[in-house]
């Protein structure tokens, strides 16, 4: 993703929310909620581009990551739900010399099984299958294996606020032997708070800890979240920056952003 594709990008968001309108109907409300909700039973389609410097040994590289990251749901019955979350990653690594490479990236499928109602508490939980796909359409984008774990999300939303944790952990299952195994746990907690007017300020950490060179992951996302409608089309809009608090050795240093759009399709 060079400089080019992100203006075109930016322009396009500018574009829509120049036609768009807050989303002030009383039903949008619950709508907003929804959108925050991973395991919501809400159809979405978020587009996530993230921009990360500092990469390689040298501090020279940078990193361009589009994710498409449907979510679907399927009614079980008449007390649970089945969330299907992918992750699907396409990413342009430049300034690193030879490993330089653009395509697509590995796969992350969970599932998560979440019953319809929370608890009396108001707790809103989910848990099931996370499944890891080799899938990267080039060697340095990914890591030639298998994987497969469990997942989990647990959350509670009151008052506009959400908060809540998503968390799995990966192991390799099969693949090519001449790479790394994969033991990696995810761990997302995050808070958010939503206005009248649907603006949402939200953090959260997306840390990964890989335990077979015993190094974290940690980038800090702050994000601003604001739900539209361009006609009858509910959208998100989200900028936002991201420090990284630590990484691997040879991992993205300081400041990074993400700017995000995602489509929404309520019942």
Do not use: C
């Not at 009383?26 to 159809?43: F, G, M, T, V």
């Not at 996530?48 to 449907?70: F, I, Y």
């Not at 497969?148 to 693949?175: E, F, M, R």
């Not at 995050?190 to 950490?205: A, E, I, P, W």
Request: net charge negative; hydrophobic share 45%; charged share 15%.
């Amino acid at each position: 993703m060079n400089t080019a594709s992100l203006r075109a990008l930016t322009y396009a968001a500018l574009f829509i929310a120049g036609f768009a309108q807050p989303a002030m109907a009383a039903d949008q409300a619950e709508l907003a909620k929804a959108s925050l909700n991973p395991i919501a039973a809400l159809i979405s389609l978020p587009l996530q581009l993230n921009h990360d410097d500092n990469l390689g040994p040298a501090d020279t590289g940078e990193k361009w990551q589009l994710n498409v990251q449907p979510v679907i749901p399927f009614s079980l019955n008449a007390d649970w739900n089945l969330i299907s979350r992918t992750i699907v990653p396409l990413i342009d690594l430049d300034g690193l010399g030879a490993a330089d490479a653009s395509g697509v990236g590995d796969i992350v499928q969970s599932l998560f099984f979440s019953p319809k109602a929370p608890t009396a508490g108001g707790w809103i939980w989910g848990a099931g299958p996370v499944l890891l796909l080799p899938t990267a359409s080039d060697d340095a984008l990914g890591g030639e294996k298998w994987g497969l774990g469990p997942t989990a999300v647990l959350l509670k939303q009151a008052h506009g606020w959400t908060y809540g944790a998503l968390a799995n952990h990966i192991w390799s299952v099969a693949g090519e032997d001449d790479r790394s195994d994969i033991s990696a746990t995810f761990l997302q907690p995050f808070l958010s708070y939503t206005t009248k007017t649907f603006t949402t300020f939200g953090v959260n950490t997306e840390s990964t800890y890989n335990w077979k060179n015993e190094q974290w992951s940690v980038p800090l996302n702050f994000t601003v979240t604001q739900m539209l409608k361009v006609g009858q089309q509910p959208i998100t809009l989200q900028a936002g920056a991201r420090y990284w608090a630590e990484s691997p050795d040879g991992g993205p240093e300081g400041w990074g952003y993400r700017l995000a759009l995602t489509f929404l399709f309520p019942k």
